[in-house]
């Protein structure tokens, strides 16, 4: 039985059906695997247990976002992810692939076009455009990958929670907050995640009753107005800020790709959870591209695609056997690069 695998994290791609771990991402860390090819791993281990599957592509979950949703839209232009990881992928025209000219076959440069994995949470890993503050300096300092995927970093929801968290560690330490309060539960790394912001920023109590609760159950403080409101303007600037910052992504995909026009399919729990992160990505986009008019009717529609990679990586299972079972070609005619 073929199976296409989804497989969340840069890999170096020579065929459809290799591919080998470039780094790991997200708070992930495990040893011995990079530079090792991930389908021949796992196709081993299916071996092992005489299991009668055949692993026949491997695929990023932005891509298999970006096939489910064409599969049933056609005007789908980009598939991306916003979520513990950030990542888009969308169609480009093979003869502005430079890397791949002249090493591929025949059949596959015919098809005209190919679907490219941005990793575009890696964009800036100097940081010489990002808008970065201390708190992501430290996010970046205490990472287990410091100096990369510094763009993720600041729209992860990873990481979000984290940001909130220093920056009131940071109110605490300069008198501002908390005062005459065990702030033990503070003090722990991780300790927030991105529904804590998610939940703050909704509170529409004129005390802001539930983020009084939310702070109570989370950090174990009693919290006082004034308090709470600097937390609840705390997490607005930094949910909208990363959503600022996706809205930069995807629009660097269009004008790269020249679509001025389609859907985008977005997965990912801080996309489709995080209480008004749509509409906020849907103003910075009307921002850049200065579009006028019905909100319905703006060029560009942001679609939430909840599973579309496991659905994606059927599709190109599928196709990649149909491929395979006509003799064509699934991959470079040689490594180089």
């Not at 692993?55 to 298999?64: A, K, L, P, R």
């Not at 991105?194 to 989370?218: G, H, Q």
């Amino acid at each position: 039985m073929p199976m296409g695998f989804t497989f969340s994290f840069p890999v170096t791609q020579n065929a459809i059906n290799q591919g080998e771990l470039q780094k790991w991402t997200k708070g992930f860390d495990i040893r011995g695997i990079e530079n090792s090819d991930i389908v021949a791993m796992l196709q081993g281990t299916l071996n092992e247990y005489d299991l009668p599957v055949n692993v026949v592509s491997v695929i990023n979950d932005t891509t298999g976002t970006l096939i489910a949703s064409m599969y049933s839209d056609p005007n789908t232009i980009m598939g991306l992810v916003f979520g513990t990881g950030v990542n888009g992928a969308y169609f480009e025209k093979i003869e502005n692939i430079e890397k791949l000219k002249g090493i591929l076959p025949t059949d596959i440069i015919e098809d005209g076009y190919m679907a490219i994995n941005c990793e575009f949470g890696a964009f800036d890993n100097a940081v010489a455009f990002l808008p970065i503050t201390e708190y992501d300096i430290q996010i970046n300092r205490n990472s287990e990958n410091p100096n990369q995927q510094c763009y993720e970093k600041l729209i992860s929801g990873y990481y979000l929670g984290e940001i909130v968290r220093l920056i009131l560690v940071d109110c605490h330490a300069k008198g501002l907050i908390f005062k005459d309060q065990d702030t033990a539960r503070l003090m722990i790394k991780n300790i927030l995640d991105a529904s804590f912001l998610s939940e703050v920023e909704k509170d529409s109590y004129y005390d802001l009753e539930s983020t009084y609760d939310i702070v109570m159950k989370t950090l174990h403080i009693a919290s006082v107005f004034e308090e709470r409101n600097l937390i609840q303007k705390i997490c607005l600037l930094v949910g909208s800020r990363a959503a600022r910052l996706s809205a930069c992504a995807i629009a660097g995909v269009m004008l790269q790709s020249g679509n001025k026009s389609g859907n985008c399919a977005i997965d990912g729990s801080v996309f489709n959870k995080y209480t008004g992160f749509k509409e906020k990505v849907e103003e910075a986009l009307k921002e850049i591209f200065n579009w006028r008019g019905d909100s319905k009717k703006r060029p560009i529609s942001l679609k939430s695609a909840e599973d579309g990679s496991g659905a994606g990586a059927a599709i190109i299972a599928c196709l990649t056997k149909e491929r395979l079972d006509k003799g064509k070609s699934v991959g470079r005619l040689n490594k180089s690069i």
